[in-house]
């Protein structure tokens, strides 16, 4: 099986939920929790998907430059966490596959929430 949610599904659900949150919320944005690049994991609690699409800025402020590279299962991801509307993200500056050597970096503007679904989750690398 492929990524969870196929790439126009992620950005129609999201775009979605985006208007949704604008027109009831119009106060609400993304705040950094930390400005220093930390590495996670991408970790599943069920089998089905082999990773996740990268997924656009949940602010809107940047836009998603491609979903080339999209993590896998057990990834590695650097970035900064950031809170939009309660709930946390990766602001994702590289990816390191599972089985791989080295980062790579992710394309500008790609973001990864830390849960989805009861599904998909990040754990931060000790």
Same mark, same amino acid.
């Given at each position: 099986?492929?990524?969870c949610?196929?790439? /126009? ?6 775009t +979605?939920?985006? #208007? ?8 609400? #944005? ?8 930390? !590495?996670? !994991? ?32 057990? +990834? /590695?991801?650097?970035?900064? !966490? ?12 590289? !990816? ?7 980062f ?10 830390? /849960? ?6 990040? /754990?931060? #690398?000790?």
């Open positions: 099986m492929g990524a949610l196929s790439n /126009e599904t992620s950005e129609r659900k999201e +979605a939920t985006s #208007k949704a949150t604008e027109s009831t919320d119009p106060n609400s #944005k993304m705040t950094i929790e930390a400005d220093d690049d930390h !590495v996670y !994991v991408l970790k599943k609690k069920r089998p089905g998907c082999t990773g996740m699409f990268w997924r656009k800025d949940p602010s809107g402020a940047t836009s998603l430059a491609g979903n080339s590279d999209w993590p896998r299962d057990n +990834a /590695e991801l650097k970035g900064s !966490v950031k809170s939009f509307d309660g709930k946390l993200w990766l602001a994702s500056t590289h !990816v390191k596959q599972a089985g791989k050597l080295s790579v970096n992710a394309p500008s503007g790609a973001f990864m929430p830390f /849960e989805y679904d009861n599904h998909y989750y990040l /754990e931060k #690398k000790h």
